[in-house]
Every structure is written in structure tokens, then in C-alpha cells.
């Protein structure tokens, strides 16, 4: 029986993979320049976490959570997002107890059931950031800049950032009522999910997708008219700080998020590649004053976003084309005969623990088709032992790029290599 992979997910492998994990691996050292750091949550966790932090008028929890019974009878649901697990763990552990802001960064696996398409699945990677404790426009701004900074980094540069504000909840509740007026003798000739957020959080009718329905939106009451002073000027000290900063935005009046919990400022980081393809929203986020009380614990404004890694990926590989990055390692040592294989395996296993990336047929090939497998495993050197090299302990080292040759003793070898390669990535951060 050949079993098929489910709809909505995918398997990476090479540079699919090689990438996705580099990502994360960029994104999280990034973070911890800015004092991020890292925090592992469960991949499940109760229904109710979801139910009462993203809300139940988002289609995450509404229609695209994996909810099921385990065999204790408990009602579990896979994470649709990380945000609500990390605020339960900061409360089950106290952590709001420590100095503030607690500044952590996640990244893992998330589900939901959606409608499976183009940079859209239902097991994806999320990396984001949370910082929470402290009301501060600064922490916004410096949240907004790491997510900014990080995805300038990676390769995104021309970025078209997203800002909104929904203000603070005087604000909203006045913009809610003034949307529910506008939207009342309306909404029957409006599809049925703005219907039901019309009952239960009309702000979201602005997110809506649907052209029909867009075209009754286009005039709806701008948030700018309800806004207290107050967020006035919180939202105008983020975008002053952010110009100190040179980091350009758009304003988008009609930005809501999709989940409930947001409130004040809201982002999204967009990027359209030059042959057109746009997969939405590469990363997203915002400020929530009420997220970790919902759970549980004290009541403490906090920023955050999530980047979707399989989005960024995606658009890499098209940005970068042929330089996206391919599996490869530093060394393929090539061994000539039987009698030297285990000698020429020692020595990989002693290269190995200078971290250099080398590896070998431990078969009997040919010459050729072993300088084939070095090839096609994108080694960088081919290292050739016959036996006289065994004997006198010295060697051919061949540049797999420019065939260049040179002959290198037992002794010189890692020097030399550290010279040529340099030592792997990790002996680096040490
Ligand atoms: P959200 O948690 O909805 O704010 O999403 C944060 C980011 O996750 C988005 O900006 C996307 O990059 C990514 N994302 C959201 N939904 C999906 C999905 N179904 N498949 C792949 N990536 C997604």
C-alpha cells in the first residue's frame, strides 16, 4: 500500500530544507542581539487556551482548528498559532514575575485547517517574537525593526510594511459601534463569514476578501475618526520613531488582523516578487494589552509577530534564483583500492571533529564515480588517497571548482583546510 502525504501538508528536503532551517537559525540569532530568547512551548495544548485568546469570532478558532478528544477524554487542539501558548506558559511558570518586558522568541509548527493553495498550508512554520510587561511605544517600534531588519537581512529589499492602529479599547468600542451602524442595512447582501462577525467582532468585516463585499467596505467609517488622543499619539510616536529609522510603511486603514486579541498598533510585512507572485503576508503582528489576563495572569501590555517560514522561503528561492542555497559539503575524500578505506574513513571521522562537513563512498567505486558523488554532493574539495599517498601520510587536495590541485602532508591537512574552507559555522561561535 503506498500511503499519500496529507492534503495541505508537504515534505522538504535538500535545499528546501536546508534553507527553512537556516531561516529559523538567522531569525533567532537576530532576535537575541535584540535580548530575545528562546522558549519551546507544547504543539498542543486545552481547546480553551484558543477559544479564549484568538477568539472565537476568528476563522481560526471558528473553522480551522485540528480540535479532538485524546484518550483521557481531554479536549485538545493543535496550536493554530504560538502566541497563546507562550502567554500560558508565562503563567503556569510565573514568569510575569521576573523583570519586564520577558522578551522570547519561538519557532514550531502550527495547524490549520484551511483551504490549501499557494503559499498556504495547514501544517506550516511560524518564527515570531513576543515582548511582554511593558506599555511603551518603544518596545512596538523595536518590535516593528527586528521583524524588518530581519527579513532586510535575509534578502527582502524592497519591503512594503503595513501598519494600522485599532487603538485603545475606548477607541475601538466608539469605532465598533459607528461600523455596526454603517454596516447594518448592508450586511444581508454580505457573505455569510461577514455576517457572522457582524455579531461577533464587526471590526473583522474589514478584513474580508470577497470583491463584492470589498466594494461596501472601501467606504466604510475610517478608525482615524473614533481615536482617542491618546492613541493619536501612541500611533504617531511608532511612525515617528520608525522615520528615525529610516523604515518606510504604508498605513492601512482597512488592516484588522485576524486574530481577535490586537489592539493599538497592527503590522504586516509584504513583499512582491518582480515576477508578480505575492503570497500575502509574509510576517504579521501587533500590540494586545488583554491577552495574558484572558489566560490567566496579570494584566500586561505586550508586542509580537509571527513570520510564515514556508512564505519567506518561497519567495527567496524566486528573489535569489540560482544562488539559493544548496546542500553541500566542505570535503568528499576519495579512496583508491581496498586497503585504503578504513584509513581514509579515520581520517574523515578526525576531520569531522574539526568540523569540517566531509564524507566518503564506503563502497568500492572507481575513481570517477566517486569525483561523480563528490560532485553531485556539491563538495567543494576531493581529497585522493591511493596507497603511496597512505604510506607517506600526504595527499592531493582538488578544487571541485577550478580542478586546481595541490599536494598537502597528513600534518598540514587541517591548517590547510581552515585555510581553503574555513572551520565549519559552529567552531566559529565558539
Ligand atoms: P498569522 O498568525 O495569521 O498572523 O500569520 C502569521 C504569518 O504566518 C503570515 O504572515 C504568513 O506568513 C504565515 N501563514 C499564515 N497562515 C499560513 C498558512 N496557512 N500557510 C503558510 N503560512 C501561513
Redesign the pocket.
Given at each position: 500500500m503506498e500511503y499519500q502525504i496529507q492534503r495541505g501538508t508537504y515534505d522538504a528536503y535538500d535545499e528546501e530544507a536546508l534553507n527553512l532551517k537556516k531561516l529559523e537559525e538567522i531569525f533567532s540569532s537576530i532576535a537575541s542581539t535584540y535580548g530575545y530568547n528562546y522558549i519551546k512551548t507544547p504543539t498542543y495544548e486545552q481547546t480553551e487556551l484558543f477559544t479564549r485568546s484568538v477568539g472565537e469570532s476568528s476563522d481560526?478558532v471558528n473553522k480551522e482548528m485540528f480540535t479532538f478528544l485524546d484518550k483521557g477524554g481531554r479536549n485538545i487542539s493543535l496550536r493554530p498559532?504560538l502566541t497563546a501558548g507562550v502567554m500560558r506558559a508565562i503563567v503556569t511558570n510565573k514568569l510575569y514575575a521576573r523583570d519586564l518586558p520577558l522578551k522570547n522568541f519561538y519557532c514550531g509548527n502550527?495547524f490549520?485547517y484551511?483551504r490549501p493553495q499557494q503559499?498556504?498550508?495547514?501544517e506550516?512554520l511560524?518564527f515570531?517574537v513576543e515582548c511582554v510587561g511593558i506599555n511603551n511605544y518603544f518596545h512596538d517600534v523595536e518590535t516593528i525593526s527586528l521583524g524588518y531588519k530581519s527579513l532586510k537581512f535575509v534578502g527582502f529589499s524592497h519591503l512594503i510594511l503595513k501598519i494600522n492602529t485599532l487603538g485603545d479599547e475606548s477607541s475601538r468600542e466608539n469605532y465598533k459601534i459607528a461600523l455596526r451602524d454603517y454596516f447594518k442595512d448592508k450586511i444581508s447582501c454580505m457573505c455569510p463569514d461577514c455576517q457572522r462577525r457582524f455579531e461577533t467582532n464587526v471590526l473583522r468585516i474589514l478584513d474580508c476578501k470577497v470583491e463584492e463585499d470589498q466594494k461596501i467596505i472601501k467606504d466604510a467609517p475610517k478608525i482615524n475618526s473614533y481615536l482617542s488622543q491618546e492613541a493619536k499619539d501612541y500611533f504617531q510616536n511608532v511612525l515617528d520613531l520608525l522615520d528615525e529609522q529610516s523604515i518606510e510603511y504604508v498605513i492601512d486603514d482597512t488592516l484588522v488582523?485576524?486574530?481577535d486579541y490586537y489592539s493599538q498598533v497592527v503590522f504586516?510585512?509584504h513583499y512582491i516578487a518582480s515576477d508578480g507572485t505575492n503570497?500575502?503576508?509574509?510576517?504579521?503582528?501587533g500590540h494586545y494589552d488583554n491577552l495574558l489576563s484572558d489566560v490567566g495572569g496579570p494584566k500586561l501590555s505586550s508586542v509580537g509577530f509571527?513570520?510564515?517560514l514556508?512564505?519567506?522561503n518561497a519567495l527567496l528561492k524566486i528573489i535569489e534564483g540560482e544562488k539559493y542555497e544548496k546542500p553541500n559539503i566542505d570535503l568528499y575524500i576519495i579512496h583508491l583500492g581496498e586497503e585504503t578505506k578504513q584509513y581514509s574513513f579515520l581520517l574523515m571521522q578526525e576531520l569531522r571533529e574539526a568540523f569540517f562537513k566531509v564524507d566518503m563512498c564506503l563502497e568500492e567505486k572507481s575513481i570517477k564515480s566517486q569525483l561523480k558523488l563528490a560532485i553531485r554532493k556539491n563538495a567543494k574539495f576531493a581529497l585522493i588517497i591511493g596507497s603511496e599517498e597512505m604510506q607517506k601520510n600526504c595527499f592531493n587536495l582538488k578544487n571541485l571548482n577550478t580542478q586546481e590541485q595541490i599536494e598537502i602532508s597528513y600534518e598540514n591537512l587541517i591548517d590547510k583546510l581552515d585555510e581553503v574552507i574555513g572551520l565549519g559555522d559552529y567552531e566559529d561561535e565558539k
Open positions: 481560526i498559532e502550527v490549520r484551511e503559499g498556504r498550508y495547514r506550516f511560524q515570531g488582523r485576524g486574530l504586516e510585512y503570497l500575502g503576508a509574509i510576517g504579521a503582528g509571527a513570520f510564515g514556508e512564505r519567506i
